[in-house]
């Protein structure tokens, strides 16, 4: 396997690993599959022996506790450790003493002294006022006390299909950081964020690389028939039977997985693309897919045609 790369992190001026360890998504670093906790920790400690230096969790994963294990005897200087707290819960806005206190219990799942970059979970527009008037200098604080070192936001790709979190934050300019879903299918982040935040030198984390769409083919050509009804895709763009085969054709990658993972990683703007598993074998396919390099010109050029005018889906 190819040596892993590291990367400016924006203005933070951290050098991260252009693979991040993503430990939510469908697996949860395999706890949500049914896997042991050895299996997980197995799993997080693979991860930084092929050179990940980005961990990346949340409250709401319940896997933090499964890095702070994997982590214990890890030099934490070399590590960047993310995790993240929802802003509201059940439709209703989190008091600042509670969403304090949860810092503070995920600082002790994790076992570490200071969250490098702390985020607004799956935050939406109708959230943002709460954030700015009552969590931002709550976290503030709590960064001038050390015990953050990052602000960050992450947008709720599953219905903000067009950012709109993203950019009102982003033109604000309050986050170090920002997580923003980019993939094959839906590419509206490179018109209205990535532009930006490379501008004002804002980090950039990207989800939804791989999806459902890609490791299942009924689920892809259900997503097409959509795109193709509401007209984000021409009717003959693609062949419904086989819609995505060129892309192996005309290419080196051995996989759409693959071929997914290379699109987001060589995207200008995209600092680290996160992959997420509970299993071992796959985290190195993926780690040593997203270190091969950009798939050609005209492939990239022709999926930016196909898929340039979609906004409705995300891929899962």
């Not at 042991?36 to 709401?60: C, F, K, P």
């Not at 299942?216 to 763009?237: N, W």
């Not at 270190?291 to 990239?300: C, D, N, T």
């Amino acid at each position: 396997m190819r040596k892993m790369e590291y990367k400016t992190f924006g203005r933070t001026g951290l050098r991260v690993s252009v693979a991040g360890l993503g430990a939510g998504g469908p697996s949860r670093l395999g706890m949500a599959t049914g896997r042991e906790e050895e299996e997980s920790i197995a799993v997080v400690r693979r991860a930084l022996e092929l050179g990940i230096n980005y961990i990346d969790t949340a409250e709401a994963y319940g896997t933090e506790e499964i890095v702070g294990k994997a982590i214990r005897d890890f030099d934490k200087d070399r590590l960047i450790v993310a995790t993240k707290k929802n802003a509201f819960r059940d439709g209703e806005p989190v008091p600042s003493d509670e969403f304090a206190a949860g810092v503070e219990a995920s600082l002790k799942r994790l076992g570490v002294d200071t969250i490098d970059v702390f985020h607004f979970h799956g935050a939406r527009l109708t959230q943002y006022q709460h954030i700015c008037d009552e969590l931002i200098p709550l976290l503030q604080r709590m960064q001038d006390a050390g015990k953050i070192r990052y602000l960050a936001a992450s947008e709720h790709f599953a219905s903000d299909f067009e950012h709109e979190l993203l950019q009102q934050a982003i033109e604000d300019d309050l986050f170090d950081v920002v997580m923003v879903g980019f993939n094959m299918l839906n590419q509206t982040a490179r018109r209205k964020v990535l532009p930006e935040t490379r501008k004002k030198g804002i980090a950039t984390e990207c989800m939804f690389a791989v999806r459902r769409a890609f490791s299942k083919p009924p689920r892809l050509r259900e997503i097409l028939v959509d795109l193709r009804r509401s007209g984000e895709i021409d009717a003959d763009a693609l062949d419904l039977f086989d819609p995505l085969g060129w892309v192996l054709d005309e290419s080196d990658a051995k996989s759409l997985p693959e071929a997914a993972y290379r699109f987001c990683r060589h995207e200008p703007g995209i600092d680290v693309v996160l992959t997420g598993t509970g299993n071992i074998r796959h985290l190195e396919e993926n780690v040593a897919s997203l270190l091969r390099p950009p798939l050609p010109s005209e492939v990239v050029q022709r999926l930016k045609n196909t898929f340039g005018r979609v906004y409705s889906v995300n891929g899962s």
